[in-house]
Nanobody, 114 residues
Framework: VQLVESGGGLVQPGGSLRLSCVASVISFGCYAMAWYRQSPGKQRELVAAITSGGSTNYTDAVKGRFTISRDNAKNTVYLQMNSLKPEDTAVYYC?????????WGQGTQVTVSS
């Protein structure tokens, strides 16, 4: 399974970015997908997740600002990030999970700074 993220970059506070993650996998719709992030000196943390059935959950810090979605026809999961804050600065990783197997992308840097 290969996961390829894109869409990161530098954005000013209050701005928006949309991350994408394309999965090279058969039966993408069966996978639970998630976005994690890790900033220097901190542990990797779950940002948002979406089940195969489309149920979503978010860490409290991003509720109301970030939206996770998936397009099973395109084998892609998205993370729409609005009202970005400097504390959202991190490397964002895509995660795919199927039962006890999980896979990671290489990460994409998001920097929120004026």
């Amino acid at each position: 399974v290969q996961l390829v993220e894109s869409g990161g970059g530098l954005v000013q506070p209050g701005g928006s970015l949309r991350l994408s993650c394309v999965a090279s996998v058969i039966s993408f719709g069966c996978y639970a997908m998630a976005w994690y992030r890790q900033s220097p000196g901190k542990q990797r943390e779950l940002v948002a997740a979406i089940t195969s059935g489309g149920s979503t959950n978010y860490t409290d810090a991003v509720k109301g600002r970030f939206t996770i979605s998936r397009d099973n026809a395109k084998n892609t999961v998205y993370l729409q990030m609005n009202s970005l804050k400097p504390e959202d600065t991190a490397v964002y990783y895509c995660n795919a999970r199927y039962y006890s197997n999980q896979y990671w992308g290489q990460g994409t840097q998001v920097t929120v700074s004026s």
